[in-house]
């Protein structure tokens, strides 16, 4: 292999290894790794599956075991004593988000029916995307049950997202749970094209091979 060819042969591999390194990396938020117990005060800040989750203005996060939700079995994410909004980010990484577990609170923090709590009619899911704007879509609860739901794949390229409860003239501080988030494409680059790619080792061939 001539000096040439092995240029060449080196830039194949970048833009080979480039695109390898932006394939999708799928990785399922459970809360597993947060502490354990009936529903645990994490304060305005957590970390979990090396996603940051930020409570709603006055509230605290909660990592409830199988609590706060009838239907829930796992431990699950809760924001509490006000309206619910979870805010997710990576750090200023990109990521993706295919769909989540969720349901409205349905019980106290012992497992049983108190009004120390609101519950949400509805979930509104906000991506922030990383070209800019944003991609909302809404879930409305099945009463107390808690479901698997699906996001549009709009929701592929995000810097960050937020899940804020809904509630009615009479729940006016909405809360829910969540869990299982699934993500995709986590901390990958913005993808260059295939054709921009091709084209700038195509430009560059041809100037090594006029130095040649």
Do not use: Y
């Not at 012992?110 to 709590?117: L, P, R, S, V, W």
Request: aromatic share 8%; net charge negative; hydrophobic share 40%.
């Amino acid at each position: 292999m001539n000096k040439l060819q092995h240029r060449l042969f080196t830039a194949c591999l970048a833009v080979f290894t480039c695109g390898i390194s932006s394939m999708s990396q799928a990785l399922i938020i459970d809360f597993e790794d947060l502490p354990a117990g009936s529903c645990i005060d994490l304060g305005t800040s957590a970390t979990s599956g090396g996603f940051t989750f930020s409570s709603g203005p006055g509230n605290n996060l909660f990592a409830c075991d199988a609590l706060a939700n009838g239907g829930n079995t796992t431990r699950a994410l809760i924001d509490a004593n006000g309206p619910a909004l979870i805010t997710m980010d990576l750090g200023g990484s990109s990521f993706g988000v295919a769909g989540f577990d969720a349901g409205s609170r349905s019980s106290d923090f012992t497992g049983g029916i108190g009004q120390t709590f609101q519950s949400s009619i509805a979930l509104l899911v906000t991506g922030f995307l990383t070209a800019g704007g944003t991609v909302s879509q809404q879930f409305d609860f099945n009463g107390t049950d808690f479901e698997s739901w699906s996001l549009s794949a709009a929701f592929g390229s995000l810097t960050s997202i937020t899940f804020t409860g809904i509630g009615n003239q009479t729940f006016t501080d909405p809360e829910f749970l969540i869990d299982n988030i699934v993500t995709s494409d986590v901390g990958a680059p913005i993808p260059v094209p295939p054709t921009v790619a091709l084209l700038g080792l195509g430009l560059l061939g041809l100037r090594l091979s006029r130095k040649a």
